[in-house]
């Protein structure tokens, strides 16, 4: 094992590391926890000059070339709060799905929403019931409604199993249902989100999110909120639209419903420059096939791969995937950061399987080089490459050179 240290604010100690780890676990427990905060608390995240980064499902895309039009052109109003701009793209939305606007809030992302929809609806004695594998911010948030959480193991099919979800929360408050799934990309149907909802206790919720499903062919549920069932969706435009950096999205529900949230947190404060774009975003009629078919064939170009090597994933239809390295996780991403590929985090469900998000062709040859590296060593070990450059977060920590963690 290589010498361990950390830069941070100018001095590399092992002392250093602590710190960064207390400020990320920090945030993980007292605030709202995205896809970026949880990859970011791995171990600081020192991406260095060159990195592969497939750690966090962003989409390397960016925003189409319209929207990037788009925020160029409202730079100059940026001085200015334009709360017209979430109203059109509220309304824009509305029309495209069929919904009434009033159904509609709009988000700096889906993980406000998310968190505030936990704390409104579950508390000591209202749990929340998830998946495992499953996305982890839901969770985050439970501890600090005081609920009890409920992790339903997925089928053997990698689909939730509504019924043992049910089965496990009779005193629920939300069941959580992410479709696709975040880390496995699985899907559930449309089918068994309506049972759950006619099957559910009485007073709680399904919170179903949709983050992934512009990836996949999956069915929508917007359907139930127009039948008024007791659903809030979430969307987001960090995914397909590659608008991660900009935060947008939308919670969906009975005007009821989406009422509770603001208790917790206000809504509409989406940065102009978001706006823009999403309107932009909305309005290219060929963006959200065109990118699904480049996200279908460069992750098929991998699925095939691995079956040339003789390894198992998950049948994902999303931007990331799971795959089974055959030893413990927490090594395998730590050799993998040797390579200066940075992939997901771990899972204990499945602790020998690695997530993956799907990236540039370039990037994904980059992951199988290094994966056949790490794969085929006997004991790995890890050191991130010492060309590390300092790099902010969202979080409010912060990662210098020459950086590297324990096992």
């Known amino acids: 094992m290589s010498t361990e240290r950390i830069v941070s604010g100018g001095q590399s100690t092992r002392r250093g590391f602590l710190r960064i780890s207390a400020a990320a676990s920090a945030a993980l427990m007292s605030g709202i926890v995205s896809e970026r905060a949880l990859a970011a608390a791995v171990w600081g995240k020192p991406y260095p000059e060159g990195a592969v980064i497939i750690d966090s499902n962003e989409n390397p895309l960016g925003p189409c070339s319209a929207a990037r039009e788009a925020i160029t052109g409202i730079c100059a109003q940026g001085g200015r709060y334009c709360p017209w701009l979430a109203d059109d793209l509220i309304r824009l939305f509305a029309k495209a799905e069929g919904l009434k606007p009033e159904c509609i809030r709009a988000f700096p992302g889906s993980s406000e929403p998310l968190h505030y929809t936990v704390l409104a609806f579950t508390s000591p004695t209202k749990s929340y019931v998830t998946a495992d594998p499953g996305y982890e911010a839901g969770m985050h948030a439970a501890k600090i409604s005081g609920a009890r959480v409920a992790k339903v193991p997925l089928r ?13 929360g009779p005193d629920a408050g939300v069941f959580y249902v992410c479709s696709p799934n975040n880390p496995t990309g699985t899907l559930t149907s449309h089918t068994d989100i309506e049972y759950l909802l006619q099957n559910k206790p009485k007073g709680s919720i399904a919170l179903v999110d949709e983050a992934y ?21 979430l969307r987001t435009f ?42 932009a975003s909305l309005k290219d009629a060929r963006l959200v096939a065109e990118r699904k078919k480049i996200n279908a064939t460069i992750r098929s170009s991998v699925f095939s791969w691995l079956d040339s090597k003789g390894y198992s994933y998950m049948p994902s239809q999303s931007n990331c995937f799971m795959v089974d390295a055959k030893k413990p996780a927490k090594q395998v991403i730590e050799a993998f950061a040797a390579e200066n590929v940075f992939v997901g985090r771990v899972w204990p469900a499945v602790p020998t399987h690695i997530r993956v998000t799907v990236g540039t062709q370039p990037e994904m040859e980059r992951f199988q080089e290094a994966f056949l590296h790490v794969t085929e060593m006997k004991k790995v070990s890890y050191s991130v490459p010492l060309n590390a450059r300092s790099r902010n977060h969202l979080d409010g920590y912060r990662v210098g050179p020459e950086s590297s963690l324990p096992a």
């Not at 499903?213 to 969706?233: C, G, M, P, W, Y």
């Not at 206000?266 to 309107?279: D, H, K, L, R």
């Open 156 to 168: 053997a099919s990698y689909t939730h199993d509504v019924k043992a979800m049910i089965a496990a």
């Open 213 to 233: 499903l512009h990836f996949s062919d999956a069915t929508t549920a917007i359907d139930l909120v127009n039948a008024n069932q007791d659903l809030i969706i």
């Open 238 to 279: 960090s995914k397909i639209y590659g608008m991660a950096g900009l935060r947008c999205g939308f919670a969906i529900g009975r005007p009821d419903l989406l009422e509770k949230l603001s208790a917790f947190g206000g809504w509409g404060n989406v940065p102009v420059t978001a706006s823009a774009a999403a309107i």
